[in-house]
């Protein structure tokens, strides 16, 4: 129960994060990313704030015996450059430009009710459940 309630409470703040700094705005986003037209580049504000808060909260996190709502870290070990995290990685960013959503921003833009954030997290899902397939019929190995 307190996994949930924290999740739902650092989901909430997430949300109003992401909503104060204009990344709900596929506009705004495909703005940053339009590096030789019409370049919005406020969005790298957003993203050094993020960068310096997860820097300094992380080396101090991290100095803790184990995380408050765990017994163990839970850090991946793994560091090599695969062809599925390529692949993930172009999938992700051809998505994010042409949609103008990254999940997190996609997600909580629903609450506008709007048709666009819709169409984009439900062509999300279903990519997620044909990947789940294909790796399922491929039995790719991680």
Not at 121 to 136: A, P
Request: overall charge positive.
């Amino acid at each position: 129960m307190k996994n949930g309630l924290a999740a739902l409470v650092v989901g909430f703040v997430f949300a109003i994060g992401l909503g104060i700094s204009g990344m709900t705005q596929p506009q705004k986003v495909i703005g940053f990313l339009d590096l030789f037209g019409n370049w919005d580049p406020s969005l790298i504000f957003v993203m050094v704030g993020g960068i310096i808060v997860h820097f300094v909260t992380y080396k101090l996190i991290r100095k803790r015996k184990s995380p408050l709502l765990s017994t163990e870290w839970h850090v991946p070990t793994k560091k090599e450059i695969t062809p599925a995290l390529v692949t993930g990685s172009l999938l992700f960013g051809i998505g994010w430009g042409l949609g103008g959503f990254c999940p997190g921003p996609a997600v909580t833009s629903l609450a506008s009710f709007e048709v666009k954030p819709f169409i984009f997290v439900v062509s999300m899902l279903v990519g997620m459940f044909l990947f789940r397939l294909v790796d399922k019929k491929l039995n790719i190995k991680k």
